[in-house]
């Protein structure tokens, strides 16, 4: 039984990871919609903040999965996203700035629910997934 709790806990935690090598290589392959995304946020980003802030996103979104893949300071690589996701969210997913219903909100508070339901996901593995404190995922110990 051990061993199917331990292939369940690695299918789950592929679901929950698996978009964001992709979202890092849309962001390599179709770089100026990502600049033009970062140029329109809530807080329009300056394009050397935005390339710097995209290269550190990229390299998380394709780090970080493998981090958790492997157990290899899952927890830490999971509060990180957490703060991604979430900072992500609100920066460039403001469908509080659009008429409520329309394209541009759908647009964007989709996207923005999404992405609290993967902080939650994240948060799942950081707390190691038995919701035990989060104390010991702010240590640098790779469990």
């Avoid at 970062?38 to 493998?66: C, D, F, R, T, Y």
Wanted: some cysteine.
């Amino acid at each position: 039984m051990f061993q199917q709790d331990q292939i369940l806990a690695f299918i789950a935690r592929l679901c929950l990871v698996l978009l964001f090598p992709f979202s890092a290589l849309n962001k390599l392959f179709d770089h100026q919609a990502a600049m033009a995304q970062a140029a329109q946020g809530w807080i329009p980003l300056p394009p050397s903040a935005a390339a710097l802030l995209l290269v550190l996103g990229g390299m998380l979104e394709v780090i970080g999965p493998v981090c958790i893949l492997l157990n290899f300071y899952r927890r830490q690589a999971a509060l990180l996203f957490i703060f991604y996701v979430i900072a992500t969210a609100v920066l460039f997913h403001n469908f509080w700035s659009f008429s409520f219903n329309g394209e541009e909100w759908n647009q964007n508070f989709w996207p923005f629910l999404k992405n609290f339901g993967l902080a939650g996901g994240f948060l799942y593995i950081a707390a190691d997934s038995k919701m035990q404190s989060l104390r010991d995922a702010f240590s640098l110990n790779p469990r």
